[in-house]
């Protein structure tokens, strides 16, 4: 018979393998496609750091960075403009919000503003135990209390736009936007002009190799020596002088430019093109780490190298960095429309094809719908539409800027950006009529939804219109609607739902116009998106999704909020098979199981306890994050190894045999997850002291 302490830990790892079942993980996981563009790039500790222009901060999970793990459960921003390290503490400055700190690798952030005038902060630097923060028309800022407070130390700069901060020895450098670079010997107290032979004003990076410094400016890559500063252009053999950045690393440099990326030796600047395998030629961001070359890119992502012989291979598993736009669901069909174009999933986002061929408009494509065998696609510059799901497009007869799409008891419907404009076909003959009749002249369709052969209609200043089946006109569908802003309808059996950006979520019956306001338990009532499924109706506002079962009576958290952005709109719903999908403006696609919905009832989503639990060893345990893992005894081929907190967060994902590890976590109580090539799955309880 069990002791009490067994029977529980027996029935915490049941509810734990539930939550953790391959069919309904609990937590939104990134289902790609991935890639998007970077920003900046630091190494600290073991770890590459990636900052987003818009879509937050990532964290390698390997020292292979073959993954990376967003960063962003506490962030307020996405807007990531510079990564620091002093010592330990990790030190992040926003393109909105200032600067934000962490000391326990990421995992959470503070935000330290004090004295900070100015938000937008473009760079970062630090010599000894002083940081400074270069911001966006706010000068320099210097703190001497690890971020605690901030003082401007702006006496001799003309320009305070500082794109850049760098330190050599005892000179610390600033780098202008249009003023050129400038030097200070006093921590900052007072500022030099160095722009003797500097051509080009416009600084974007500053690097440093002893008293040897290399700066980009968008005319080139000039050399000097600090601090006389006598720049000398050193562009021989560099096909791009558009650079977004330099570095040096031991005795080569490495830019960072519109044309890909291009080395030198130091000691005698000659320029060579590095850009077999790359597929992109916009390069922003450089970092050399464990003898690899990393690049950043624009809208593609992260590349690595060996240093030696430069092959770029992609690398951008979980990187869901993307901004998409729209997205489409059903059975093992995903499809998202990104600013890439339009990738399809035939797998339930196992794997992604990027399917652009004839669609001339592809990186602005607004909505997607499928009917019968025929995908179609809305865009900034008319409707295209496939018959192989999206292999290849085809222009129709509808040009213009189209902003939704329904498909209804066999008739095409689409909204476009001009006032009133709602255009219908049958299916069957593409003959489009305008349905415009009874519409205000200065309203905006929104979203549309049909109901049997009605349609309704939501606006951007007269709330719902509905177009009854052979009724000539739209008439309004408003009592109880006060606020005329519907950005989003769904229909549930005989209820109608409408969506607000202020006011959340108005119900009505389908027979008559009667709007209540339905917010009982909804923590933001700025709603951005909504969807059905079955009994349900989500919403999406930022930061996370609210189910309802009760025709909107009450909401619920599903409870797998984490892992999205706080700080971003969910702007897209979708379900397929037993799962939802998510996107937001600047993240790709996000995935959870339906079945952590609440009362949502499915079958085979538990895992029994498996017996060979006790093959798995966390030694010691309790540690103080430093152990070793044995398996050996398993016998059994490693596909993958984990880290969960006690709230079902993932912490972290290691490679195969990697059975060392030191991590950098709360004391608290961990899960170790670990998944062989047959499917096992096999969980131990870890305990940090």
Known sequence: MLSDTKKTFSLFTLIFLLLFSLNASAHWGSKGPYGGSVKCLA????????????????????????????????????????????????????????IFISIDNGVTWIQKNSGLTNSNVLSLAVSGTILYAGTNGGGVFKSINSGDSWTAVNTGLSNLTIHTLASASIVLMAGTNGGGVFYSINNGTSWTAANTGLTNLTVTSLATSGSTVLVSTKGGIF??????????????????????????????????????????????????AQNTGLVTDTVNALVVFENKLIAGTLKSGLYTS???????AEKNTSFNNLKTYALYANGNLIIA??????????????????????????LHVNCLAFAGTTLFAGT??????????GQTWQSTDIAGYVTS??????????????????????????????????????TTIISLVGHGDDVYAGTDIEGVYVLKSGAPIWSYFNT????????????????????????GVFVSDLSAANWILSNSGLPDVHI????????????????GVYASSDNGTTWQSPNVLLNIPPYTNVTNIAFSNDRIFITTPYNSVYSNAKAELPGWTTTGILEQESSLNNLLQVIPNPNNGTFKLEYSALNLPVSELSIYNYSGQLMDTFIKGEENISVNYPPGIYFIRLKTKTNEVIIQKMIIQ
């Open 43 to 98: 190494v600290i500790d073991t770890f590459v750091y990636v900052g987003t222009p818009e879509g937050g901060l990532y964290r390698s999970t390997t020292k292979n960075t073959v993954s990376w793990k967003a960063l962003n459960n506490v962030m307020t921003t996405g807007k990531i403009n510079a990564i620091a390290a002093l010592g330990t503490t990790i030190v992040v400055g926003s393109a909105d919000q200032g």
């Open 223 to 272: 050399s000097a020596t600090a601090p006389t500063f006598n720049w000398s252009a050193v562009n021989t053999g560099l096909t791009n002088t558009n650079v977004q950045q330099v570095i040096i690393s031991e005795s080569t440099a490495y830019a960072a430019t519109g044309a890909g990326v291009f080395t030198s030796v130091t000691s005698s600047i000659s320029w060579t």
């Open 306 to 312: 060996d240093l030696n012989t430069i092959i770029w």
């Open 337 to 362: 429309a990104t600013e890439k174009g339009v990738y399809v999933s035939r797998n339930l986002a196992g794997s992604y094809t990027l399917c652009n061929k004839g669609l001339l408009d592809s």
């Open 380 to 389: 900034k510059k008319g409707l295209y539409q496939s018959a192989d799901t």
């Open 405 to 442: 799409l329904l498909v209804n008891n066999n008739k095409l419907y689409l909204t476009t950006n001009s006032n009133t404009a709602v255009y219908m076909t049958p299916l069957s003959t593409n003959n489009w009529t305008l349905l415009n009749s009874g519409f205000q002249s200065n």
């Open 480 to 503: 109880g609607m006060y606020n005329q802003h519907v950005s989003s309808l769904v229909i549930v059996g005989n209820k109608i739902f409408g969506a607000t950006p202020n006011n």
């Open 528 to 543: 951005t998106s909504m969807a059905t499924a079955g009994q349900y109706v989500l919403v999406g506002y930022k930061g």
